[in-house]
T-cell receptor, first 110, second 113 residues
Framework: QKEVEQDPGPLSVPEGAIVSLNCTYS??????FMWYRQYSRKGPELLMY????GNKEDGRFTAQVDKSSKYISLFIRDSQPSDSATYLC??????????FGQGTELSVKP | EPEVTQTPSHQVTQMGQEVILRCVPI?????FYWYRQILGQKVEFLVS????????KSEIFDDQFSVERPDGSNFTLKIRSTKLEDSAMYFC???????????FGSGTRLTVV
């Protein structure tokens, strides 16, 4: 079983839709969870950072962590064409190396 | 907004040559990392560096790789004798401590021919 699994997509939605992106993981020691956005041939850009279980909201973005199910989600409300990118989940257990998911390619159509 | 700066943005090198990739971390950051991403694949951890020494490294980070912070500002990754399979995007990431999200640079695209 892979340490972090993420559906690579591609995912295509109309502008204004609510987008749900998800990752599952196998290592119960993970405590820090992040979502990054990556445009083509660019570096990952940190969107959300959460510690342990719970929800965190920042503007149109909401991150959820369910440690009991080993499942994390990122919701994007009122999606915009500028949200079109690859979204990467990443996690770490001791604040050291990040383990990344494969990335989900999102396309928001006008 | 503070940035992690990487140079060069693109490097083409012949197999067997040495390359040095450079990173300028955000000024108050103390933890430094190198990651790589082969085209179409996951971002993979290479090495972490804190207090002027390697704190963790992956299996990929073999004797051909080395890191240093030669002048207290730049953070470099050296590949001694490049192989075709070293072709990838190399990302530097930094953090003020380990309880924060990491800031990534824009990357260096390394092409080994």
């Amino acid at each position: 079983q892979k340490e972090v699994e993420q559906d690579p997509g591609p995912l295509s939605v109309p502008e204004g839709a609510i987008v749900s992106l998800n990752c599952t993981y196998s290592n119960s020691a993970f405590q820090y969870f992040m979502w990054y956005r990556q445009y083509s041939r660019k570096g990952p850009e940190l969107l959300m950072y959460t510690y342990s279980s719970g929800n965190k909201e920042d503007g149109r973005f909401t991150a959820q962590v369910d440690k009991s199910s080993k499942y994390i989600s990122l919701f994007i409300r009122d999606s915009q064409p500028s949200d079109s990118a690859t979204y990467l989940c990443a996690m770490t257990h001791q604040g050291g190396k990040l383990i990344f998911g494969q990335g989900t390619e999102l396309s928001v159509k006008p | 907004e503070p940035e992690v700066t990487q140079t060069p943005s693109h490097q083409v090198t012949q197999m067997g040559q040495e390359v040095i990739l450079r990173c300028v971390p955000i000024s108050n950051h103390l933890y430094f990392y190198w990651y790589r991403q082969i085209l179409g694949q996951k971002v993979e951890f290479l090495v972490s560096f804190y207090n002027n020494e390697i704190s963790e490294k992956s299996e990929i980070f073999d004797d051909q790789f080395s890191v240093e912070r030669p002048d207290g500002s730049n953070f470099t990754l050296k590949i001694r004798s490049t192989k075709l399979e070293d072709s990838a995007m190399y990302f530097c990431a930094t953090a003020p401590d380990t309880n924060y999200g990491y800031t990534f640079g824009s990357g260096t695209r390394l092409t080994v021919v």
